[in-house]
C-alpha cells in the first residue's frame, strides 16, 4: 500500500527541489520497504539501483538536499531515514489502528535521531483541530506522554 499523496505537487517547497531530491522523496514515500511511520533504509547504492543512470552519490546529494530542506532526516550510523511530512501528508495519523502501529514503529526505530524528529512531528500533529482520529486513542495519549516533544 503506497501513502504518495498527490497533493505533494502543489507543495511550493516540494515543487522547489531539484529533480533527483524529488525523485528521492517519490522513492521515498512509494517504497515496500518504507514501514508505516515513514522510516526507511538508509542505504545509498540500494536505493540507486532502483533507478537507471543513478548511483550512490546522486543519492547521496539528493538526501543532503531533502535533509537541507527538512523533507527527510538521516542517520547514516543507524542506516535509516525518516520523513519529516510523513505524519502531515499521509492518512495513517487519522486512522487509529494503522496510527497504533506507526507508534510502535517509531518506537523501534534504532535511530534516536529519527526517532524524536518522528516524535516531533507528531507532537505538532497533535495540536491539529479538529483533533485526528489516530491520535485519540488510549495508546496514543500514553505514546505522547511518555516520549516528549524536544
Not at 92 to 120: D, G
Request: one cysteine or more.
Amino acid at each position: 500500500m503506497t501513502y504518495m499523496p498527490s497533493s505533494l505537487w502543489l507543495n511550493q517547497k516540494f515543487r522547489a527541489l531539484t529533480m533527483p531530491a524529488q525523485h528521492l522523496l517519490l522513492h521515498a514515500y512509494t517504497s515496500p520497504l518504507t514501514n508505516q511511520a515513514g522510516v526507511l533504509d538508509w542505504r545509498p547504492a540500494r536505493i540507486a539501483a532502483h533507478t537507471t543512470g543513478l548511483d550512490a552519490k546522486d543519492i547521496e546529494h539528493a538526501g543532503a538536499e531533502l535533509q537541507s530542506t527538512g523533507w527527510l532526516i538521516v542517520d547514516e550510523e543507524t542506516e535509516e531515514a525518516g520523513i519529516l511530512s510523513w505524519f502531515c501528508t499521509t492518512i495513517v495519523i487519522k486512522q487509529p489502528m494503522v496510527m497504533q502501529n506507526a507508534l510502535k514503529l517509531v518506537e523501534e526505530t534504532a535511530s534516536t535521531k529519527v526517532r524524536q524528529a518522528l516524535i516531533n512531528q507528531i507532537h505538532e500533529m497533535d495540536q491539529v483541530e479538529p483533533p485526528l482520529n489516530g491520535l485519540q486513542t488510549e495508546h496514543a495519549r500514553e505514546f505522547l506522554a511518555m516520549y516528549p516533544e524536544k
